[in-house]
Every structure is written in C-alpha cells, then in structure tokens.
C-alpha cells in the first residue's frame, strides 16, 4: 500500500454522456441518499468491479507508472471493500464538495478533482447501477486526488528538477484508511482539512493569494510607460499620478482623499512621501531600496496582478513539497531569495544574506544533513569549474595558477612544479593532478565552511568577497553558498563563543569539528514568501516559475469506462 501511495497521480472517470456543465455551487439536496436500492445494489457492485478491471486493463494497454499504481490503489480500496459502495450519505458528498470548492483557495483548480461532474452526479441522481458506480468511483478519486495533493502539492517536484529528494510519500502513509474511516464514521471535512498544511508561513500565503486575486478582480494596475529614471526629490515627470497610483494599489502608500486625488492628477512632482513608499516597494520585491524608479523597479512595478496571482499559486504548491517534512530544527536556504535561516526547536533563531550560484552555475535544490565544520579550509577546484574554467584557462595563460594562489598537486599528496606539467596533453578528465587553494585570507572558502555530503560537492562557506553582500541580486558563486556572516553561524552550531573562533582560525591550521547533532540543511527556491501578514516577491533568476506553473495549471486527463455488459 505504502509504495502504492508514494506514486498515488491521477484516475480520471468521465461525466455521464448526459450530463452538462453547471455552475460551481453546492445546490440543495433533491435526495435524502445517494440511491442504492436492494434491487440494484448487487449489480451496482458488479460495475463497480467492471470499472475497476476496465481501469486495470487500460492502464496494462498504456503503461505509465502513475497510472498503474493510482489505478492498483483504487483496485485494491475496492477490492478490500468487497466492491461495496462506499458512499452512502449525501451529507458527506456535500461535505466532499465543499472541500473541492475550499481548494481555490491554496491555489489549487478545483475542476482537477470533478468538481462540475460530482455537482452534475449530486444534482440529478444517476438511476441506472453504471452510473451510480460511476458516481462511486468519481467520489472517490477526487478525494484521494484532493487529500494527496494538500499534502504533497499537485505538481511532483522530481519532474521538474531530478535533483528534489525529499520523498512525496513520506507523509501519506495510510492516507487509504484514514479516508475510509472518515467516509464510514468521522468527518469528511475535517480530515481533508488536516492534510491541508497548517504551518503560519503557508497560512499567509494564502491571505497573499486572496489579496491579489481581489486586486486582480478589480482591475489590477496600469503600466507605468518608459522613461527616464525617477529619483530626484522635487523631480518633474507626467508618470508621476499613474505611479502613485500603482503603489496604492498594493498599500505602499496610503491612498489621497477625493481632494488631494483632484490635485495630484495635476502633480507631477516627486515628493519625499512618494519616494518612502517606492523604497518600501523595493523592500518587498528584494530590490536595493535606493528609492530610485530605474528600469528593475519599474519592471517589478509592472508585472500584472494576474501575474502576482499565478507567482503565489506556484510558491503555495512549492509550499506543499516540502513543508509539512520540516523537522523542529533545520537550516534553509532560499536559493532565490538570497537568505538563509536557522530555526531551533520550532524558533527563528539566526539569518543572514547568502550569495548562490549564478545562473550558469546554478545552486541545486535538495536535503542534506550538516555533520562538521572546518575551520580554516583548503580549497580543492571541483571537476566542473576545472573542466569549464580553470583548465582552459591555464592553457591560455600559464600565470593563472599564481594569480589565483592555486598548487598543484599530485596523486601522493605533494606540491608539483607547475612548469614540469605539460598542460596541452591533458584533458580534465585525464589530468592525474588537483589543483588546491591552500588556508589563508585569500581562499576562496574563506575561514569557515559547513559540511553536509551530497552529490554536487555543494556547502555553505566564508569568502573574502564581503562587498557583494551590498547588491539585491546576489547569483556570483559557482554553485555553492557563500555567508555573510558564518562565524555567528559557527558559534551556534558548536556552542562557541567568539573567542574560540578567534584562536582557532589564528592558527591557520585546518581543523574539522562534528557537530553534536546532524543539522537538516533544505536547499530551496522560492520565489514568493510569506512575511508577517504579507507576502515578498522575489526574482526568478533561474527561470523556474513557468515550469511549475504549467505543470500546476495543466488539467489532468479524464478516462472513461463506457460500457460494461455481463
């Protein structure tokens, strides 16, 4: 059942041949039950096990892993049922649908779990056994399908980037007999609800979302046109109202009476109130709140609402992968933030800037666990920037090596001439040396890094190159993530003071220390989050949002049964 679940996807019956499409909304009931008369209960069972064959021989037709072990799931909740309706009571249906409806709400799209073919089904009663297995079967996909993806997320993150590693299953272990003990005695509504996550951050999402869906529904925002930078105190410019406007919208500043609106559709001034608000602007969309309208805030100030709908949609469902797998103390980085926090025992404890890979170079998105800390690190150039950069760029330059306080070093251990290698003849995959940056003030690694083994040779670490911490875009690294401020990181993860940082990297000595405990460290990418009551935007520097979105908002195929004859 367990392996089962991990891959629970999409089983899709169709709407009766009949049926139409009726509005979103919960009628009153026209039956006191779902219709299940002694005369036709046997049959009714009977096409309840025709459907679940005919689903099990197609998925054997079109082989697909989801498919096959949503469908087995579903043949196996039925089979363990006797192929008994399991569905008896209109008031869970109710039940049932409102919690579809509910769903719009963490930006999820209610028709993914029949929303209009259930409304359909519960407004005229279906009076054959086919239809009423079919009602059945609905029922239930679009309660498993809701339920999985509450917690889990709709979209699987392992097909959008195959370096996720935080299983989607961990958490669904017995989701098949919880639903069926709340379809047989306990709340329907209350236990979907419960796989809804109930974590502050994600709460305000959500308020997020309502937000802008209301902005949205009214109009949204007028783009600001083009022009030069706006930054002057007292500066003329006609965009002047529209700004103002714009920034009102979203709360930045508050908005003028009738009055004051008259006079400033004539002020074309910029005023000191006017430049706090877009300063508070930058603040929220993690630009330099310079209070400067050059062409990055305008940019920020002209993406549409729907546009800010669809981003909070996406980082809800992000959200959704991984936060109910939270541990009570963790370390994460959001990649596109360009922050990392430490929470303790369910506390915030510390944060700080972080600078992540470059676009080219891009940060992965994965777990692991922090086991030590080196303290005073030699610097080893990893496979990929030795192949991309480093070798290539000896070849063109014999002084790199010196410029850059690189050794090389041989398979025993020992520093090597760099003249005596014949740089030409080798390739990155056959050079039989290393190049290492040895400890000092100059490492790349500067005088700390934090170590949690994975694949992508990946840590957090020191660096000397303090002033880039200054830009709002911080994407410079080859992949690894680079401190502001890791010897207050250091001195909480080993209980030290600052002092005891102090003698040891005096020493230039390398030394590893273990950790009491291992630290999950999350490494994330989220584009939107949740602050206070409010939420921040950030930039896409990886371009990811348009994947996940087209995956979130593409609609699950519908498979219908037609017949089933005996």
Not at 37 to 49: C, K, L, S, T, V
Not at 109 to 115: S, T
């Amino acid at each position: 059942m367990t392996a089962l679940l991990l891959l629970l996807l999409a089983f899709s019956p169709a709407s009766p041949p009949d049926a139409s499409p009726q509005k979103n909304t919960i009628s009153s009931p026209r039956i006191e039950s779902v219709g299940q008369g002694a005369g036709d209960y046997y049959e009714m069972r009977e096409n309840i096990r025709c459907h679940v064959e005919q689903l099990e021989e197609d998925a054997a037709l079109q082989p697909g892993r989801d498919k096959i072990a949503f469908n087995a799931l579903l043949a196996e909740f039925y089979r363990s049922n006797d192929f008994k309706p399991v569905w008896k009571k209109r008031s869970q249906i109710r039940e049932l649908l409102e919690a579809i409806e509910s769903v719009k709400a963490d930006g999820l799209l209610p028709e993914d779990y029949h929303l209009s073919r259930i409304q359909e089904f519960y407004d005229n009663a279906p009076s054959s056994p086919f239809f009423k297995a079919r009602f059945e079967l609905l029922l239930s996909d679009a309660m498993f399908k809701l339920s999985y993806h509450l917690l889990h997320g709709k979209v699987d993150p392992e097909k959008i980037d195959s370096n996720w590693n935080l299983s989607r299953g961990g958490n669904g272990d017995g989701l098949a007999d919880v639903l069926r003990n709340a379809i047989t005695g306990d709340s329907l509504a209350v236990v979907i609800a419960k796989f809804r996550p109930n974590h502050s951050k994600y709460g305000s999402l959500k308020k997020g979302l309502a937000r802008y869906r209301q902005i949205a529904a009214k109009g949204g925002w007028k783009s600001i046109p083009e022009g030069p930078s706006i930054k002057e105190d007292g500066q003329y410019d006609e965009r002047i109202p529209a700004l103002r406007r714009r920034l009102e919208i979203t709360g930045e500043i508050e908005p003028m009476s009738r009055v004051d609106t008259a006079f400033a559709s004539k002020a074309v001034v910029y005023g000191k109130d006017l430049q706090e608000a877009v300063k508070r602007f930058q603040k929220r969309h993690g630009l330099d709140s310079d209070g400067a309208v050059g062409p990055k805030t305008l940019r920020a100030l002209n993406v549409s609402a729907s546009d800010r709908v669809d981003q909070i949609r996406v980082n809800l469902d992000r959200y959704r992968w991984f936060v109910q797998k939270l541990e009570p103390t963790f370390l994460l980085v959001n990649i596109a933030g360009f922050t990392v926090q430490y929470v303790e025992d369910g506390k915030y404890r510390w944060g700080s800037r972080v600078i992540v890979g470059e676009p080219f170079w891009k940060t992965p998105v994965f777990k692991a666990e922090m086991q030590y800390v080196i303290f005073n690190p030699s610097w080893n150039v990893p496979p990929g920037i030795l192949k991309k950069e480093a070798l290539p760029a000896i070849k063109k330059d014999s002084g790199y090596l010196a410029k850059n306080g690189l050794q090389v070093i041989d398979r025993n251990g020992k520093v090597v001439d760099p003249g005596s290698v014949d740089w030409a003849g080798y390739s990155a995959a056959t050079l039989p040396y290393r190049l290492r940056q040895p400890p000092g003030k100059g490492n790349a690694l500067g005088r700390v890094k934090f170590m949690f083994p994975n694949r992508h040779l990946v840590y957090l670490h020191d660096t000397p190159g303090k002033h880039l911490f200054d830009k709002s875009t911080r994407a410079f690294s080859h992949g690894c993530i680079r401190l502001q401020n890791p010897f207050e990181l250091a001195e909480i993860l080993l209980g030290w003071g600052e002092d005891d940082i102090r003698k040891v990297i005096a020493t230039d000595k390398t030394r590893t220390v273990h950790l009491s405990e291992r630290v999950p460290v999350f490494l994330l990418y989220l584009t939107v989050v949740a602050e206070d009551d409010g939420v921040l935007f950030r930039e896409d520097v990886y371009k990811r949002d348009a994947a996940v979105l087209q995956a979130l908002d593409k609609p699950y195929p519908y498979k219908t049964v037609e017949s089933c004859a005996f």
